[in-house]
Structure formats: structure tokens, C-alpha cells
């Protein structure tokens, strides 16, 4: 039997490759792992940047707790009684309203849960106008850049730092 198969001298019958396969597969390999390694990257700076942001409404909520409790006692904060100056222990409990609210206060802000130990804090008054000024150790956050002298204040990053002016 003969062939029907027509040879035309135009059509070139393929050659074989070999290894060509291999390549592309490890091409595509090496790829994917760079593709890989930036999105694990990613990831860690969101979980970063994300547990900066819980602690950053900690401390917010910490402020308006002893706002609330100030302003439940505004005659005896208006006297100075919530004065205190910036301190990373919690004041011993006493016999006042304020000695006691400023010790729960320290307490609850300095849970492992909340900001943690390294959580200080300092409520400044003027007239009736209060400042209070939350910083906290926001190590997992930070990077060099934050360390700069330009950046700290009063040795502390500026980012670890909440301030809030009220008048009550």
C-alpha cells in the first residue's frame, strides 16, 4: 500500500525539543515563589499595620473612659484631683473617687489584652481644660525611620503617642 500522505517540499515536519519543558516549568516555578514571597510580605505588613491601628483605638477608648469618669466627678476634677503627671505605674488606690479612678483606669489601659506595661500616661490641667497623653510601646510597628531624633518626643515616637485636649 502506498501512502496518500502528499510530501510537500514547503511544510517542514517538527523537529523534536528537548528540555525545552523543563525550563518552563522551573521559569514558571521561579515565578510563582517571587509571586509568593510578595504576597507573604504583604500579608506581614498588614498584621502589622493592623495591630497598630487596634492599639491606636485602645488608647482613643482609654482617653474617653477616664473623660466619662471625670466628667461623672467634674467638681473634683476641676480641683485637680485627676491631675497626674506622665507615669508608667498605676497610682495606688486610695480612699478618693479620683485616687480610685485613676487606678482602674492604669489598670485596665495596662492589660496585656490593652496596651500593655509599657502603656504610660499623664492628665495636665488648665483651668477647665484638660490634656490627657496616652504613648505605649509600639515596637511591632516600628520601623528605623521612627527611631530618628526627629521624630521622637520626649524620647517616645511621635506614631506610639495619642493626645486629647477636652474642656469640661
Avoid at 517538527?14 to 519543558?21: D, E, I, K, Y
Avoid at 478618693?96 to 485596665?108: G, P, S, V, Y
Avoid at 515616637?157 to 474642656?167: D, E, H, L
Amino acid at each position: 500500500m502506498k501512502s496518500s500522505i502528499c510530501m510537500n517540499p514547503r511544510v517542514a515536519v517538527p523537529r523534536s525539543q528537548r528540555g525545552a519543558g523543563l525550563i518552563e516549568v522551573l521559569v514558571a516555578v521561579l515565578v510563582m515563589g517571587i509571586g509568593l514571597l510578595g504576597v507573604a510580605a504583604m500579608q506581614a505588613t498588614a498584621l502589622r499595620n493592623n495591630q497598630s491601628a487596634l492599639e491606636r483605638t485602645q488608647a482613643t477608648i482609654q482617653t474617653y473612659s477616664i473623660l466619662d469618669a471625670m466628667r461623672a466627678n467634674r467638681q473634683r476634677a476641676i480641683a485637680g484631683d485627676y491631675n497626674i503627671g506622665r507615669t508608667c505605674t498605676a497610682p495606688a488606690t486610695g480612699s478618693t473617687l479620683a485616687q480610685k479612678d485613676l487606678h482602674a483606669w492604669f489598670t485596665d489601659m495596662q492589660n496585656p489584652q490593652s496596651m500593655g506595661t509599657g502603656a504610660c500616661a499623664s492628665i495636665v490641667q488648665n483651668g477647665n481644660q484638660f490634656v490627657i497623653t496616652l504613648d505605649w510601646d509600639d515596637s511591632r510597628a516600628s520601623d528605623d525611620t521612627e527611631t530618628a531624633p526627629a521624630a521622637l518626643q520626649d524620647g517616645v515616637p511621635a506614631r506610639n503617642r495619642v493626645v486629647t485636649a477636652v474642656r469640661l
